[in-house]
């Protein structure tokens, strides 16, 4: 079973596990110096120690010698040493390895251990007036062994051990200063956490609200967290999507149900845009000619199969442009398009030439076969329409200023009459550009092609 884990949670866990850590290691270094001081203070307090024992040993060596009983005399000399705390514990032996004298009484007259008769004999090969003695260090003591001379000659050989410390002195000592330490970290982290959970959950919080009510349909709303980091970029990244929601929800609901393509508001909001940034720009207006007629005869579901088609071949025609291309649907045959000056003709001729090439499997083949169908006239007659076509009527600003969208559709409706009469003319879709520098002008040279 897992246990969620609050933000809250995880960063009051996170500073307090910093806390201890920091007070942990603190208190292991703190630890580990006063050990490590403990061990220099025993060890130089052995060497002096071992130096005066080793002297009092041989002066009561030189003293006794002749009386034929020294060993009398360091037995008695041991507790003298014991309680200057010159040594915590004595041990004296003959060159033969048995202990002669000892602060444990119990030892006397018994053999040293094979450890102990090891490091002696070392301690007898290695001696010189220089080098008098040497040194075992254990992780708790330090052994000092040395040979008690007369003429620089061994005559005896003593174990001096001296403690070297623990850890329960060395906590003994720091442990009131490592309490104020601890207390003093947890004065500090504690505050830092609860300001740090502030500055982290408010904003936070603040999202989490505005994302309920976004999601309860409140795309209008905007959050403001003023802080400069990432809680107050990602609060800015927050407030552009719900600015791209919204107008995702424009878009959707002014929509062509047919072709989901964008429909009048948001045509129009692209044309005024481009208006307003003084962009060069062709809107193109297209129209299927004789689609009243094809539909009228094939039935509305082949009719919305036309526009479809149309849909599609003008989305390829855009795909590989520039990202600032736009595709629009007013409704039933007539859509909307918006590209730039370099590629119009690039554009037109893929549309025309593909429109041309598929809308004639909407056809039976024995329409197909004579090249129109028969059917009646917005007056009731019947008569003969030839296959459709798609006339695309362009207006661009870059001959001449536009100063708004209506204009552009004005332009556009009458730049479309000269297109259908191209495209009728040709018997295949046409593009016509209109190229007048004013529109009271007549149009020059007009740029038109068909597929």
Known sequence: MTFPMSLRYRIVSLTMLFAVILIAVFTTLLINRQLHQIAENNQFRARIGTFAAKGAFERALLSNIRAGNPEAAFQRLIPILQQGQLAEEVIVSDLKGQVVAAGNTRRIGTQLTEEEN?????SQKTYSPESWFCARVLPEEILFYTPITLDDVPQYLVILRYSLGNMRQAIQQIGQLCFLVA?????????????????????????????????????????????EDELGELADTFNSMTSALLKMKERAENANPLTKLPGNNVIHEEVEKRIKAKKKFVAIYSDLDNFKAFNDKYGIGAGDQAIRITASILKEAIKNGGTDDFLGHEGGDDFFLLTSPERVDEVTQHVCTEFDKRIKQLYSPEDLGQGYIVSKDREGNVKQFPLMTISLAGVTNAHRELSSYAEVTNICAEVKKKAKLTSKGSGRSSFFLDRRL???????TPEAHSS
């Open 118 to 122: 090891r490091w002696i004999e070392y």
């Open 183 to 227: 207390l003093g970290v947890m004065a500090v982290i504690v505050p830092l956490s609860l300001l740090l959970i502030q500055a982290i959950l408010r904003p936070i919080r603040i999202l989490n609200r505005a994302t309920k009510d976004i999601s309860a349909g409140n795309l209008g709303l905007r959050v403001a967290v003023h802080t």
């Open 438 to 444: 004013s529109q009271e002008t007549e149009t020059p």
